[in-house]
């Protein structure tokens, strides 16, 4: 079962952060990338593989900072 996940993610403003986030987010195991666009982010993943919080944190590690969006 999987979940939909929504992310606002601060520090990014151009197509190199989009690309930097959409690729750290592709080596998550059990997540599957729908959109990334500047300041955001839309994802389903599989909370059985990974988590919010591992999520959030590969985002992190790379130089931004990403929240959940309610």
């Given at each position: 079962?999987?979940?939909?996940?929504?992310?606002?993610?601060?520090?990014?403003?151009?197509?190199?952060?989009v690309?930097?986030?959409t690729?750290?987010?592709?080596?998550?195991?059990?997540?599957?990338v729908?959109?990334?666009?500047?300041?955001s982010?839309?994802l389903?993943?599989n909370?059985?593989?990974?988590?919010?919080?591992?999520?959030?944190?590969a985002?992190?590690?790379i130089?931004?900072?990403?929240?959940?969006?309610?």
């Amino acid at each position: 079962m999987t979940q939909k996940l929504a992310l606002i993610i601060n520090g990014m403003h151009c197509d190199a952060c989009v690309r930097r986030v959409t690729n750290a987010l592709q080596q998550i195991d059990g997540a599957t990338v729908d959109d990334v666009a500047v300041g955001s982010a839309h994802l389903s993943f599989n909370p059985e593989q990974t988590s919010q919080e591992k999520i959030a944190q590969a985002i992190n590690r790379i130089g931004f900072h990403a929240v959940t969006q309610e």
